[in-house]
């Protein structure tokens, strides 16, 4: 197995059903405020309680984001990384063009919070993310991603436009069937704080971040 990432099944995944759908209001600290619809689903095959958002009007090729859960940049608002700022943007930006963002249950890359906050502090000692990850035992990327087919499965999108920087998210996603029309990059939300992160994201991972030379 490589050690970039867990491979996608190959063969058709098992069906999803929609569970539950209520509308949320949503506002942001800097003062966006935006409603969207989230979803619960029956089904799902890692067992976990994944969400998917919908916000403005899904067209016929809708905007996704894959998000994956990062309690720490998500809701406390860490530095160490840019989900937080990815998360805000992606909202406004399918708020705008109409999709789903799907809020994946797979935090640190798949490896779960504590061992997250366990690759932080090798991070410390000089490990980049990547590394860390490693010297715990893990691969670089242990996220499943057959959950996203089943949620856009059940929710009816066809061809989906997808909101990353992330190469290996649009590969996999396409060998399991998901119908990519394209690909919209992120910002680039690089401070001092997070500059070593990227730049590793860059390097290891071929992200499509334009982080500047002396990085």
Known sequence: MSLTSVAPTVGRVPAATIRQQVVVPMAFPDGYEVEG?????HGLVD???????????PDEVALVRPHSECLTGDVFGSARCDCGPQLREAVERITIAGGHLLYLRQ??????????LDAYALQ?????????NRALGHLDDQRDYRVVEQMLTALGAGGVEL???NPDKVSQLTALGVDVRGVRATGVHLSTANERYLDAKVRHTNHT????LAV
């Open 37 to 41: 619809v989230v979803t619960t689903f």
């Open 163 to 165: 909101l990353t920087n």
């Open 107 to 116: 935090e640190g890359r798949g490896i779960g919070l504590y061992e997250k």
């Open 209 to 212: 971040i334009d982080l500047p």
């Open 124 to 132: 410390d000692q000089g490990l980049d993310t990547y590394e860390a």
């Open 47 to 57: 067992g976990r309680e994944h969400l998917a958002w919908t916000f403005g009007t």
